[in-house]
């Protein structure tokens, strides 16, 4: 049970949002927390049903309903060491191949069997995280288009992102619509990269979402 507690420090760092926020967000009761002594507690399979219940106010995510896949010859690599980001995509994408992997290492073991059209890659994870991965991937191939999944990372995080070729970041959680389109035109390879700055003061439930061109 202790490992899955998570003080703020740690719950910041796992949705990847300030420890302000963090506190603003426990203080309104808009995040599950409770306080042990006077200090703020998470647990994290009940941040990660309140991630999954912010994903699911998302327009048009009721609509989606796990059908058969058609094939379109276009293979998706999911990168996120949260299943229920990984479970999420595989059932957005349901037009594509949806291969998953945990961790960075795991993804860089697909890509030299088997490349994929485009990585979905977390930045946060445990290992080596998606910087890392983003630059041992593009040493791989130069040419594979890769997206950056992020919950309100910091700008730094993702110009360096930006300049190792990543495609675009997209901050958790995602907007329906704007994902798919901008997976879309990724798989068309119509669109050039963009970067999301972060928001400091961004919830999940309107998370400002901007993207600035590379």
């Known amino acids: 049970m202790a490992e899955n507690l998570m003080d703020v420090r740690q719950a910041s760092e796992y949705l990847q949002m300030n420890k302000m926020t963090i506190y603003k967000l426990a203080r309104e009761g808009k995040i599950p927390a409770f306080k042990v002594a006077s200090e703020w507690r998470f647990r994290k399979d009940l941040i990660d049903e309140w991630l999954m219940s912010q994903l699911r106010e998302k327009p048009g995510f009721a609509k989606v309903k796990l059908e ?23 059932r957005v994408l349901k037009d594509y191949r949806v291969v998953r992997a945990s961790t960075g290492e795991e993804a860089l073991e697909i890509m030299r069997k088997n490349k ?6 977390d930045i946060r994870m445990p290992g080596i995280d998606g910087i890392e991965t983003l630059r041992r991937i593009k040493e791989i191939d130069s040419s594979i288009t890769v997206i950056m999944l992020s919950a309100y990372g910091n700008l730094q995080t993702n110009l360096e992102a930006a300049r190792l070729g990543a495609h675009t970041s997209l901050a958790k959680p995602f907007d329906l619509q ?22 400091s003061e961004a919830t999940p439930a309107k998370s400002g979402r901007k993207r600035r061109k590379v």
């Open 178 to 199: 704007e994902m798919r389109a901008i997976i879309t035109d990724a798989l068309r390879g119509t669109v050039a990269g963009e970067v999301s700055p972060p928001s």
């Open 68 to 90: 058969e896949k058609k094939e379109t010859g276009k293979t998706v690599l999911v990168v996120d060491d949260d299943e229920t980001i990984r479970d999420y995509f595989e």
């Open 116 to 121: 994929p059209d485009l990585v979905l890659l």
